[in-house]
C-alpha cells in the first residue's frame, strides 16, 4: 500500500493546460494548491462565466475511441451558501456543456447534470453524507457511456468502485448531447466572492489500448506519496497480517506482500513524516491480490492516529487489482493538519 501513483503525460489521452476562453476570465491561483499535487498553478473562473478548454494530444483533437471516458478533477470549494455554491464541471462538445457534476446550493452536495440541449439540468443527487467539504481538496472521478442505456457515474474522494450517484442516459440526451466530446467546460458560480479552485483536470480512454486504461490506476493522479518505513506502532491489535512494511514497496513487488489469513486482520504501518506547510487530504492506495475467500472478499482502509481509527465502508477485494481511497478528514474528523498526518497511521483490513 502506498500514497503514490505517477500519471499522465502529453501521450496518454489528455492531461490539460491551458485555457481556451469564450466568456468571462480565467484566473490562475498558485496557493493553495492540491496536497502533494506537483501542480504549479490552479485554475479559477470569473462567476456567471464560462471558461472552455478543447483537448489536443501533439497536433491533434482528441476525442474518445469508443462510448466510455473517465474524466478526473480536483476542487476546492470555498462556500455552500444559498446563492453563491452553483457551478457546472464536465465536458463540453464546442461550447455546449454535456455531461458533468456541481453541487446543490446550500447543501454542498455532488449532483450529475446532462444538458437539456441548451443547459445543463440535473439528473442524480448524491446522499447528503457525500456532501462537499469547504476548503478542503476533494477528488471527484466521472464515469460516462455515451449511448442510450449508459450510465453516467459520479465518483468521489478516489473510490472509484462505489459511485455516490449514477444516471441512465435516454436516447433523448444523446440527441441533445450532440456527439461525443471535444473539450472540457466550467461553468462559474452565481455570485461574487472567493472562487473555487480546480486543477488536476483530464481524461482517460478506457478503450484506446494507449498507456493507462484502468478506472483504479488513475484514483490518484497528481499525488506523489510515501512508501511505509515502519510497521506499526500502536500495538498487536494493529499488527495482525504476514509481513509488515518491507514488503510495501513502490512499484508494487508482488513477490514481497502482506498477507491476511482470516478475516477482521488489521495491519496499519507508519509512514514517513511531511514536511509540507499544511496537508489537506490523504489518499490511500493498495495493489491487492486475493487467491480464495479464506480471509473474505471484501477489505477496507483504515487510518489510526491512536486514539481514533476510522475505517472506510467495506469494498470488493480485487482478484488481481489496484484499489483506492481518500480522506478528507483526519482521524478526529477535523481538518488535516501535518502533525496529524505525522501522528497517524493508514493501512488496510480483511473483511467478510
Do not use: C
Not at 446550500?106 to 462537499?132: E, K, Y
Not at 442505456?149 to 444516471?167: C, E, F, H, S
Not at 466530446?181 to 481524461?203: C, E, T
Request: proline share 5%; no cysteine; aromatic share 10%.
Amino acid at each position: 500500500m502506498s500514497t503514490r501513483q505517477d500519471w499522465g503525460g502529453e501521450a496518454e489521452d489528455s492531461v490539460l493546460d491551458g485555457v481556451i476562453q469564450t466568456t468571462g476570465t480565467v484566473t490562475y491561483g498558485t496557493s493553495p494548491l492540491p496536497p502533494n499535487s506537483p501542480s504549479t498553478v490552479s485554475m479559477r473562473g470569473s462567476p456567471n462565466h464560462l471558461f472552455y478548454r478543447s483537448w489536443t494530444v501533439g497536433d491533434g483533437t482528441w476525442q474518445p475511441s469508443g462510448t466510455t471516458y473517465w474524466m478526473h478533477s480536483r476542487i476546492r470549494h470555498n462556500t455552500t451558501t444559498a446563492t453563491d455554491s452553483s457551478f457546472f464541471m464536465g465536458t463540453a462538445r464546442g461550447t455546449l456543456l454535456q455531461i458533468g457534476w456541481s453541487l446543490e446550493n446550500s447543501t454542498g452536495i455532488p449532483t450529475i447534470q446532462v444538458t437539456d440541449g441548451v443547459n445543463p439540468t440535473v439528473r442524480a443527487t448524491a446522499s447528503p453524507t457525500d456532501a462537499i467539504s469547504v476548503d478542503t481538496y476533494e477528488r471527484f472521478h466521472l464515469f460516462v457511456d455515451h449511448q442510450a442505456g449508459g450510465q453516467v457515474r459520479l465518483y468521489k474522494d478516489g473510490d472509484v468502485a462505489n459511485p455516490i450517484a449514477t444516471y441512465t442516459l435516454t436516447a433523448g440526451d444523446i440527441t441533445n448531447l450532440g456527439g461525443l466530446p471535444d473539450g472540457y467546460g466550467k461553468k462559474g458560480r452565481s455570485n461574487g466572492g472567493a472562487l473555487d479552485y480546480f486543477d488536476d483536470i483530464f481524461m482517460m480512454d478506457p478503450e484506446d489500448g494507449i498507456g493507462v486504461v484502468s478506472e483504479f490506476a488513475i484514483a490518484e493522479a497528481g499525488v506523489f506519496g510515501y512508501e511505509a518505513s515502519a510497521d506499526t506502532a500502536l500495538g498487536a491489535g494493529n499488527n495482525q497480517m504476514t509481513g509488515g512494511f518491507a514488503e510495501v514497496d513502490v512499484p508494487p513487488n508482488l513477490a514481497t506482500f502482506l498477507e491476511a489469513t482470516a478475516v477482521n486482520q488489521l495491519e496499519t504501518l507508519v509512514f514517513p513524516d511531511s514536511t509540507d506547510a499544511r496537508v489537506y487530504s490523504v489518499s490511500t492506495r493498495a495493489r491487492v491480490t486475493r487467491t480464495g475467500t479464506t480471509a473474505g472478499s471484501n477489505m477496507r482502509f483504515v487510518q489510526d492516529d491512536g486514539t481514533n481509527q476510522v475505517q472506510t465502508t467495506d469494498m470488493v477485494a480485487p482478484g488481481d487489482g489496484t484499489t483506492a481511497h481518500e480522506f478528507p478528514t483526519a482521524p478526529d474528523a477535523g481538518a488535516w493538519t501535518t502533525a496529524k498526518f505525522n501522528a497517524t497511521e493508514f493501512g488496510v483490513e480483511s473483511r467478510t
